[in-house]
């Protein structure tokens, strides 16, 4: 046997104990395996077994801080496709809780999801701040049309209308190839 054989096989052992056992797995390169895993074969989230086991080990990863644990667990939770047979249940508050804590520890995968599922100006500007185009258009449009009782955590806020700052945004998200954007600043300094 090879030895590249050899550590994968070892390596979906890891795996497999840490799905039938539920032992902490706080190993990063065994949650990273299991994460390949599941990645490299979707199908297994339609075998209802596979499935629970994967979340009831990805749950206790989550649980234990691991901020790319929750950050999965939050976006299988609110984008399951039960109707095409996926057996991961949606739950789009329990996953919205779980990318937040991600969101909070900085997983900038989990402050994207949430700018793009929840209208909150936290997270569309720390998204893009992380060079999210299509949150950075967002906050264009808010300063371009300015808002009042924008949600910002628990709390809401008022937007003013800023052309410089919706300017600021849409080149933003125009640098990266959003053509919207870039009609936008187009328009924002043709009447200037």
């Given at each position: ?21 539920l ?68 739950k ?31 997270w ?10 299509n ?21 809401a ?36």
């Amino acid at each position: 046997m090879t030895q590249q054989l050899t550590k994968f096989l070892l390596q979906i052992s890891m795996v497999g104990v840490c799905l039938l056992s539920l032992t902490s797995c706080a190993n990063y390169s065994q949650f990273s395996t299991g994460k390949q895993l599941t990645k490299s074969n979707p199908q297994k989230l339609y075998n209802a077994r596979y499935a629970n086991a994967y979340l009831r080990w990805l749950e206790k990863q989550a649980q234990q801080g691991n901020a790319q644990a929750q950050y999965q667990l939050g976006a299988l939770l609110t984008h399951s496709d039960v109707k095409k047979g996926q057996q991961i249940p949606y739950k789009p508050q329990a996953g919205t809780r779980w990318l937040v804590r991600a969101a909070d520890q900085g997983n900038e995968d989990a402050i994207i999801l949430l700018s793009e599922i929840k209208f909150d100006y936290k997270w569309l500007m720390l998204a893009a701040e992380k060079g999210n185009a299509n949150a950075a258009y967002k906050l264009g449009t808010l300063y371009e049309t300015g808002q009042k009782n924008v949600p910002y955590g628990d709390n809401a806020i008022d937007i003013p209308q800023n052309y410089k700052t919706a300017l600021h945004w849409f080149e933003q998200a125009a640098r990266q190839g959003d053509s919207a954007a870039q009609s936008q600043v187009s328009q924002l300094l043709h009447n200037a």
